[in-house]
T-cell receptor, first 116, second 112 residues
């Protein structure tokens, strides 16, 4: 019973390149959440998705960032034209949704993005 | 807008001490409150989840309480061990349970 799987664990990108971060939720979970953790800071909500729908993207920067959770396959967080300030740990969490959300979140191990 | 504050930001104690970590939130209309542990460079491990209708949850040496009316939760760690050294995060899910706001965490160091 695999947990939330994120890959890659570490990602190095040069300024201006694109970064793609993947998250496969736990089996049976239909809700995915992305958080960003800057060095020495807490986790900041970015976006909440259900299959094929973005429910809440109030924490996403308006430019260069996008997220999707297709019908098949993992959720993708995409950062275009990365800058040094994008360097952070990006965590994905999943939950069953609905009344089962009472079980709370399960987090992946994160992707640590370094922009050089 | 929900805001979550954790006090203290850092704590250093000798092994064997009982300790309390504090979490406060501004909007009492919460769905649940979850305590996590994060080791350096690692992901988050869920420790305890308290539903809005509950007052406390216990797991081993950990006990978490919730007082919605005052907007507070505490995490009590009994007989602390060096292996408890980590950052402890408090996270509040607002009504609906879908968006969780995190505190900045308390960095705990237990000295052997």
């Amino acid at each position: 019973n695999a947990g939330v799987m994120q890959n890659p664990r570490h990602l190095v990108r040069r300024r201006g390149q694109e970064a793609r971060l993947r998250c496969s939720p736990m089996k049976g979970h239909s809700h995915v959440y992305w958080y960003r953790q800057l060095p020495e800071e807490g986790l900041k909500f970015m976006v909440y998705l259900q299959k094929e729908n973005i429910i809440d993207e109030s924490g996403m920067p308006k430019e260069r960032f996008s997220a999707e959770f297709p019908k098949e396959g993992p959720s993708i967080l995409r950062i275009q034209q990365v800058v040094r300030g994008d360097s952070a740990a990006y965590f994905c969490a999943s939950s069953p949704g609905g009344q089962l959300a009472q079980k709370g979140y399960t987090f992946g191990s994160g992707t640590r993005l370094t922009v050089v | 807008k929900q805001e979550v504050t954790q006090i203290p930001a850092a704590l250093s104690v000798p092994e064997g001490e009982n300790l309390v970590l504090n979490c406060s939130f501004t909007d009492s209309a919460i769905y649940n409150l979850q305590w996590f542990r994060q080791d350096p460079g690692k992901g988050l491990t869920s420790l305890l989840l308290i539903q809005s209708s509950q007052r406390e949850q216990t797991s081993g040496r950990l006990n978490a309480s919730l007082d919605k009316s005052s907007g507070r939760s505490t995490l009590y760690i009994a007989a602390s061990q060096p292996g408890d050294s980590a950052t402890y995060l408090c996270a509040v899910a607002n009504t609906g349970g879908f968006k969780t706001i995190f505190g900045a965490g308390t960095r705990l160091f237990v000295k052997a």
